[in-house]
Structure formats: C-alpha cells, structure tokens
C-alpha cells in the first residue's frame, strides 16, 4: 500500500521548534520530489517546502525561510520538516506529498493534480 504519514505536530509557544515526520510506505521516497503543505483556520491549502528527488533543489516559501528546514532520510525513507521560532502564524493542519514530475513555485502555485498519496497530516499549534 502506497501511503505517506505525518507525525511530529504538537502544541508550542511562539518561537518554539517542532520536528514533523514524513514516513512512505510501499515505495522509495527517494525518486520523488517530496512537499510540505499546510492549511490554516479558514485558510486555502499553501504549499510550505519541496525537496528534489536527489535533493538537487530545496525551495520555501519566504515566510518560513531561515526559520523552516526540509530534509531527507534516505535510510528511514522520510522527510522531515524542521521548524524554528514557529509563529501564531505557523499554526495549521500540515501534509505531505509526493510527485514525480511537479515542483512548488509559490506557496498557491504548485499545481495541485500533480501531488499525490497525501497523508492525513498533523496539527500545529503555536500560542502563547
């Protein structure tokens, strides 16, 4: 069974950190571009971060940059979103996806139809 799942959410202050967890299951992760996404309260799905099969490219949106960290765990087959001085701003539901052919250029351009296998993602919550 195809399937990636999310983990890592939690409750944090504002300028706290948390570590979410991108696991597959039933294929490589490796041969596809894996991205974040987050949906907010009342907000529109926004794509976050997307790593490059390879990890040739990383892009972030420029609301996260210098504070959102995406990598890749070859071995545990994940990706993980590290994220630092999280923000109110911050709080959403997050997911993760994959695609073999897509890459995010914004956080609203990323061309949905080409992400798929999307988890069931986990909730961040930053308040003081």
């Known amino acids: 069974q195809v399937q990636l799942v999310e983990s890592g959410g939690g409750s944090v202050q504002p300028g706290g950190s948390l570590r979410l967890s991108c696991e597959a299951s039933g294929f490589t992760l490796d041969f596809y571009t894996i991205g974040w996404f987050r949906q907010g309260p009342g907000k529109e799905r926004e794509g976050v971060a997307c790593?490059?099969?390879?990890?040739?490219?990383?892009y972030y949106i420029d609301s996260v940059k210098d504070r959102f960290t995406i990598s890749r765990d070859r071995a545990k087959n994940a990706v993980y979103l590290q994220m630092n001085d999280l923000k109110p701003e911050d709080k959403a539901v997050y997911y993760c996806a994959k695609t073999p052919t897509g890459w995010m250029y914004s956080g609203t351009n990323y061309g949905s139809n080409f992400w798929g296998s999307w988890g069931q993602g986990t909730q961040v919550t930053v308040s003081s």
């Open positions: 790593i490059s099969s390879g990890d040739r490219n990383i």
